[in-house]
């Protein structure tokens, strides 16, 4: 299994399901939500894909997809790791 660190660096197909995967569970909401971050949102595409389809990306990637979706992004500052809120709806 490949950590993948941008968007850009998964293949064509896999840039698919990740953006399939934010349009068929998440809903976009006109305000930001500081109750959820890239980090547990990705981690919830992680389980989904599993083992056997093998990704395992970073938040920055989840950010980046978040971002080709068409929602906003606001940096998270007290986090150690680079991680972002978003204006998606309750998960």
Known sequence: M???NHF???SLQDQ???IDHIF?????IPSINY???????????NR???VNIGHQITSQC?????VEAGY???PAKKDIIPNWYFNVGRV
Do not use: H, P, W
């Not at 068929?24 to 976009?28: G, L, V």
């Not at 109750?35 to 949102?41: E, F, I």
């Not at 989840?62 to 978040?66: L, S, V, Y």
């Open 72 to 74: 906003k992004a606001i």
């Open 16 to 18: 698919y399901i990740l």
């Open 35 to 45: 109750q959820q971050t890239a980090y547990g949102l990705k981690a919830r595409f």
């Open 8 to 10: 850009s660096d998964l």
């Open 2 to 4: 490949i950590k993948v």
């Open 48 to 50: 989904f894909t599993g």
């Open 62 to 66: 989840f950010m980046e997809a978040m």
């Open 24 to 28: 068929f569970n998440y809903k976009m």
